[in-house]
C-alpha cells in the first residue's frame, strides 16, 4: 500500500478512480436502475489507490436522493468515516426492492458492503470486516467493555410499542439507560475511555433514533438525572461523522411509525 495521504475536503478534481470529491456532499447519477441513487462522499483516504467500498443503504421515504433512517446503515457508515475510507452509496427504495439488490442480497435486508468481489451482510460482519481489513485507526472494543449499552435498543423499542402506561417498559428503559449513564461516569467520555470505539458507533446511532421517536410518539426525553447519558449523546451527536450520516428526524419519526401505529 502507498504511503498514506490524507484528501482535503476543497479537493475538486476526478482522481484516476473516477470519483469526484465535492466540497458540500451532493448527488451523482449514473448509468443504471432508476431505483437506485449513488452518492460519493469527501473522506480522508488511507492511500491514494483505494478504491471506494461499494454499500448499499435504505433510502430515505421523506426526501429523494437522501439517506434514510437505519441505524444499522449508519452504523457502518460511521465506521467507515471514522476509519477515513472513501465510500459510495447505493440508496435502495426497500418498499419497492430492485431486482439487482435482491440478486446481493436475497433478504432484502441493508446494510450490505463489497469487499473483493463479495456481498457481504450484517452490520456486526461488516463492522469486524472493516476492522480487520483497515485495522488504522483501531476501533476495537476490549470484549468486557463491547456489550455496554447493547440493551437500550430492545427496551426503547418496548416502550416506544407500549400502549400500557404501567406495563413496566418504561421503567425498563430507564434501567438501562441508568446503568449506561452510571457506567459513562465511572468509564468516559466513551464506552472505551478517552476514544472512540466501534461499541460507541453501534450505540450512538440507537439513541439517536430513541431520542427523536421517542420525543415525537410519547412526548418523552431522557430525564436530568441521567446528566452523563445526555453528555455522551450530546458529544457524539455533534461529531461532523454522525452529522455527515445520520438521518433526517423526518425519516426516523416515518420509519418507526409502523411499529407505533401497528
Given at each position: ?249 423526518d425519516d426516523v419519526i416515518a420509519g418507526w ?6
Amino acid at each position: 500500500m502507498s504511503t498514506a495521504v490524507a484528501l482535503s475536503s476543497s479537493l475538486k478534481h476526478n482522481l484516476a478512480l473516477g470519483i469526484r470529491f465535492p466540497q458540500n456532499p451532493s448527488f451523482y447519477h449514473r448509468n443504471g436502475p432508476k431505483v437506485s441513487t449513488f452518492r460519493t462522499f469527501t473522506v480522508a483516504m488511507a492511500a491514494i489507490n483505494t478504491t471506494p467500498l461499494e454499500i448499499c443503504v435504505k433510502a430515505s421515504v421523506t426526501t429523494p436522493n437522501k439517506l434514510g433512517d437505519c441505524p444499522f446503515c449508519q452504523r457502518v457508515l460511521l465506521t467507515m468515516e471514522e476509519k477515513h475510507l472513501p465510500y459510495e452509496m447505493k440508496l435502495v427504495d426497500l418498499s419497492n426492492k430492485p431486482e439487482w439488490f435482491l440478486r446481493i442480497s436475497p433478504e432484502g435486508k441493508v446494510p450490505v458492503v463489497k469487499f473483493e468481489d463479495k456481498w457481504v451482510p450484517d452490520s456486526d460482519v461488516i463492522a469486524q470486516s472493516l476492522e480487520e481489513k483497515y485495522p488504522d485507526p483501531p476501533l476495537v472494543t476490549p470484549q468486557e467493555k463491547a456489550l455496554v449499552g447493547s440493551k437500550i435498543f430492545s427496551t426503547f423499542i418496548g416502550f416506544l410499542k407500549s400502549k400500557d402506561p404501567s406495563d413496566g417498559t418504561e421503567q425498563a428503559l430507564l434501567d438501562e439507560l441508568s446503568s449506561f449513564n452510571d457506567y459513562i461516569k465511572e468509564n468516559g467520555p466513551f464506552i472505551n475511555g478517552e476514544k472512540i470505539s466501534a461499541a460507541d458507533l453501534s450505540v450512538a446511532p440507537k439513541l439517536y433514533h430513541l431520542e427523536i421517536a421517542l420525543g415525537h410518539y410519547k412526548k418523552w426525553s431522557i430525564p436530568d438525572t441521567l446528566p452523563y447519558t445526555k453528555s455522551y449523546m450530546k458529544t457524539i451527536f455533534s461529531m461532523d461523522s454522525f452529522m455527515k450520516t445520520r438521518a433526517s428526524p423526518d425519516d426516523v419519526i416515518a420509519g418507526w411509525r409502523p411499529k407505533v401505529m401497528g
